[in-house]
């Protein structure tokens, strides 16, 4: 019974692909994040969505645009894939509240070439 | 800007050894306090929390201290085994307005334990 779940977890594509990263989490949570971790394990929140609308979005190229259809799942969808974005994107969530728990998702690992 | 810092690794110890990793912060206000974990090809874990000034968070063996005199939260086990090699991330959450959830994460600290 994973919490938080992504799919896929490895992706190799080429330059100027577009691709799409889902999430779904099953804990009940409001809120949900993308975070991304380079090639030197750096880790930087890119957005967030409380009860589906669009809480942060950290400066992030507009290739990048996140969906959320409802509360319990948060896509990513990247066009025109470029080299700079070969990162581990991790899906996460938790209950919007000041010291809350964030559960995060495995991570889909993206390989662009 | 609010933010994290941490020691750098490698890390290397021996099976039992103590460990201590070092992390400060800057931020506004009174922050939640974490760390966590990634395993090798893994995602990450919550190893512990502390979310206000001297509270203990504790795990696994592993415990921190909410420090506000000295914007600390150093990590620390009395006796590592093979099993803790991984990266620990130290983080903070501000617990205000929208940027509740946005952890600010330390660059990880990279543990080997030696048998």
């Known amino acids: 019974d994973t919490a938080v779940s992504q799919t896929p977890k490895y992706l190799v594509t080429q330059m100027g692909n577009d691709k799409s990263i889902k999430c779904e989490q099953n804990l009940g949570h409001d809120t949900m994040y993308w975070y991304k971790q380079d090639s030197k394990k750096f880790l930087k929140i890119m957005f967030s969505y409380n009860n589906k609308e669009l809480i942060i979005n950290e400066t992030v190229p507009n290739r990048f645009s996140p969906k959320s259809p409802d509360k319990a799942h948060l896509n990513l969808h990247i066009n025109s894939l470029e080299l700079g974005d070969s990162a581990v994107y991790f899906c996460?969530?938790?209950?919007w509240g000041a010291g809350n728990t964030i559960y995060f998702g495995e991570g889909s690992w993206l390989t662009v070439v | 800007g609010d933010s994290v810092t941490q020691m750098e690794g490698p890390v290397t110890l021996s099976e039992e050894a103590f460990l201590t990793i070092n992390c400060t912060y800057t931020a506004t206000g009174y922050p939640s306090l974490f760390w966590y974990v990634q395993y090798p090809g893994e995602g990450l874990q919550l190893l512990l929390k502390?979310?206000?000034?001297?509270d203990k968070g504790s795990n696994k063996g592993f415990e921190a201290t909410y420090r506000k005199e000295t914007t600390s939260f150093h990590l620390e086990k009395g006796s590592v085994q093979v099993s803790d090699s991984a990266v620990y991330f130290c983080a903070l959450s501000l617990n205000y307005g929208g940027s509740q959830g946005n952890l600010i994460f330390g660059k990880g600290t990279k543990l080997s334990v030696k048998p």
């Open positions: 996460a969530s938790s209950q």
């Open positions: 502390a979310t206000k000034a001297d």
